[in-house]
């Protein structure tokens, strides 16, 4: 789920970006998916994804039209400098041209003409401004510390399902469990993997492994290439495309041993916060959308990949709970095919699932690491200053990178790891931040352009309802996620 989408930001087709905005948002969240559909129920799960597609599209359609307005904005601020250094340049000559000139402020900003008399559209997305950068303009000072705490811990939470991510997949697979036999047997922590070793204890052997081989990277830079983007996206389609075309084949064959219930209110919080952390891209949309080189499909190239999203989701989650017991769904999807050798009786294939998410996830977590430290560092940097070697080399990467080992050392639920990351930090960043980004975006523009002019990207959800709307459905959400997961704390 991390940022950068281009190296460069080389422009590419509409196509082409409607191709990355699936691979963006579809990642780990959806193998941990079929489980919490699962545990809410069937006719629960439809509805409330249904409804949570909705609410990501809209808030999409927010952060477009506030990357417009910040466009917007900056040019408005560079014409205004450019127009006080012409002033300037000139006073010198007639004090009669300096009284005859304009106000800068006074001046509507769509009137300026190119060279030519090409009409210039300041709405144009052409520079890439990032959720921080507008958080920056039109944000207070304390808005912009909320802004990047939001992000901070989002952030740390990504790095902790990946950090428990990988570990589980690498003790899956090490520890023998692909006899043929073990479709049906729910293993526990303590049950031995080799020799005296449990599986909790081969699990942090790997945990180990994973941290001394990729934190290092989080001390230097880490980007995504464009050829491993391609291979880690073959390689989860590959997946993906396997595990639905094998549940389908036995549920055909009418050998589906699941029976899900239509409804069970005690998963819906952790689905809610599930479907949140999947249908995640509203961070990275502006390293997405800016390159795009024809903008004036990219509403409907949105409403088209979220549809499709939908429908993704909807049939991995449903062949899922219908082709396995609920019991013995895994958090991670792709381990249900690994032990069971009556959906999956090709060894090679088998280890193939087992081992994907250890793939694609190892080659993310240098770069959201990263990412997270740049923010740790924007978020204490004051204007002038420099930060000493030993806090920029050392003590950064460091507070970037203990917290996730720690808390994947103290746990491998990752249903709940998601749940949680997506309930909260990612209600934040999905719904909370897109709405008050276009809500004072909007506010800001008013005194540079007026309210005659139209913003070409803005949102079909316009009205000033629909932003109230979702920061009150994000608010009702954390209350009801949290006085969940306290009742579940006093049932216990």
Known sequence: MAGG??????????????????????GTGALTMPKAFAQ????????????????????TTFVIEAMAAANAQLRWKRREQEEVQDSDSTSDYSDDDVQGRSEPEMKPILSVQRTGGGHVDHFDIVERVEMGQMASMF???VGVNMFYICMV???????????????????????????????????????????????????????????????PFVFFDAQKTKYLQILTSLMRWIAFTMMIILALIRIGKDRGEGHPRMAQISGVPNLFGV???????????????????DKRRVGTLVVCDYVLILGFYGLLSFTAIFCFDSSLLHDMYTLNFTDNCDVLDIPALRY?????????????FPIIAVTLRNNWKTLFHRDGGTYPWVVDRIVFPLITLVPPIIVAFCTHNLESLVGITGAYA???????????????????LVPMLGTDEVNKHRSPFRHTFWVWFVVVWATFCLMFVTANIILEDTKK
């Open 352 to 364: 193939f699932l087992g081992l994907f998410p250890v793939f694609t996830i190892s080659t993310n």
């Open 426 to 444: 990612g209600t934040g960043i999905q719904y909370v931040i897109p709405a008050l980004l276009v809500y004072y975006g909007r506010r800001h």
């Open 153 to 215: 811990v989002y952030l740390y939470g990504d790095l902790a399902i990946y950090a428990a991510a990988v570990p589980i997949s690498l003790m899956e697979v090490a520890c023998g469990n692909h006899s043929c036999s073990a479709g049906s047997v729910k293993y526990d922590d303590t049950d031995l993997c080799w020799g005296p070793v449990t599986r909790k204890d081969a699990y942090k052997v790997f945990l180990s492994i994973f941290t001394v081989m990729l934190g």
């Open 5 to 26: 989408i281009t190296e460069t930001g080389e422009l590419y087709s509409p196509y082409v970006g409607l191709v990355y905005m699936f691979n963006l948002i579809v």
């Open 139 to 141: 944000f207070n000072k």
């Open 275 to 293: 479907c949140v952390y999947s249908f995640m891209c509203q961070h990275s949309l502006p390293s997405l959308v800016t390159p795009i080189s």
């Open 40 to 59: 809410a129920g069937w006719a629960v799960s439809l509805a409330l994804i249904s409804f949570l597609a909705f609410m990501s599209y809209m808030t």
